[in-house]
């Protein structure tokens, strides 16, 4: 069995992967597309299995388009990248599965926004469909405050960084969570604290891991949800609604698990990799 994997920086995440690999006499080769082009030729083909691990959606997208091309199973595939990249196209299938999502607004230009705004009242939560580590999710506390991520996200060039998902605002529980799925297996959850300067929970922006107990309903929801997406190696960031339970605020194709590693000692890459040994080899 060959396997490539594919980044575009080496994080901790990605050295835990190669160690794997090594450890357990993998034959594979590390394809860097921030360095190489990938050119769409048959002799792709001599890989079985493409880890798809580069930190941009765009890359990730386009390197498992040219993998499959060729017949390599990519994890995650194209059609999973391309809707866990946008999370308007999650929310999309999310909800037609009848998985709780937060109440949510799509609006695609200022005035749009501000009546998407005054029908979720304050305070709201403004994302973009595309980006990650929390990068311009904003808390909206007032029209002012509004008018202003508004007037902000007109001036960037990129058009999906116009549109606004205008959500309720879910602060119940002072945390979030973190599930991995891996195949039809949930490997695990953990709790991502909100630290005291803070209003999210990423751990890039301090958000703190803490163990969890799993139980039925979260085990369920988070299967259901990485399940409608045919995510074979998905992250699922669940908020905890004081009506609805358990929401699904997000997938990612591209789980990051330092974290999760830490709160519950699970080795991810070495699920991963024996989970390509025992369906690829
Ligand atoms: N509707 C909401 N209510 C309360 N908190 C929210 C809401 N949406 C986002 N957050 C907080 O902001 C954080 C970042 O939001 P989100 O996960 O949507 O963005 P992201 O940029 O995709 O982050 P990630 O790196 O986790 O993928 C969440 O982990 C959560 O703590």
Redesign the pocket.
């Known amino acids: 069995m060959k396997v490539a994997l594919v980044v575009d920086i080496i994080r901790q995440e990605e050295k835990l992967i190669v160690k794997t690999l090594n450890e357990k006499q993998i034959n594979y080769d590390i394809i860097n597309v921030a360095q190489e082009p990938l050119p769409f030729n048959r002799a792709l083909g001599r890989y079985d299995v493409a880890i798809i691990r580069a930190i941009s959606m765009y890359r990730s997208l386009y390197a498992s388009a040219v993998f499959e091309s060729v017949g390599v199973h990519t994890i995650n595939s194209m059609e999973v990248i391309s809707t866990a990249g946008d999370?308007i196209l999650t929310y999309s299938k999310l909800y037609k599965a009848g998985i709780p999502i937060?109440d949510?607004i799509i609006s695609m230009s200022p005035d749009a926004t501000l009546k998407a705004y005054e029908q979720i009242g304050y305070p709201?939560?403004d994302?973009p469909p595309i980006?990650?580590?929390?990068?311009?999710?904003s808390?909206v506390r007032d029209l002012f405050e509004g008018k202003t991520i508004i007037e902000h996200r007109e001036m960037l060039g990129n058009s999906a960084l116009k549109v606004h998902?205008v959500?309720?605002?879910?602060?119940d529980k002072n945390?979030?969570i973190?599930c991995i799925v891996m195949g039809k297996e949930l490997l695990g959850c953990y709790a991502?604290n909100?630290p005291a300067n803070?209003?999210?929970?990423?751990?890039?922006?301090g958000?703190n891991p803490s163990s969890l107990v799993v139980d039925d309903k979260l085990k369920e929801i988070a299967l259901k949800a990485a399940s409608v997406i045919n995510g074979e190696f998905i992250?699922i960031?669940v908020?905890e609604h004081s009506s609805k339970g358990y929401?699904i605020?997000?997938l990612?194709d591209t789980p990051?698990f330092k974290g999760f590693m830490l709160a519950t000692g699970i080795n991810v890459p070495e699920k991963l990799v024996n989970y390509i040994i025992s369906n690829f080899s």
């Open positions: 999370k937060p949510s709201l939560i994302k980006g990650s580590w929390g990068r311009m999710v808390l998902i959500q309720e605002y879910i602060k945390r979030d973190r991502r909100i803070e209003w999210r929970a990423n751990v890039a922006l958000g992250s960031d908020l929401v605020n997000e990612n990051e």
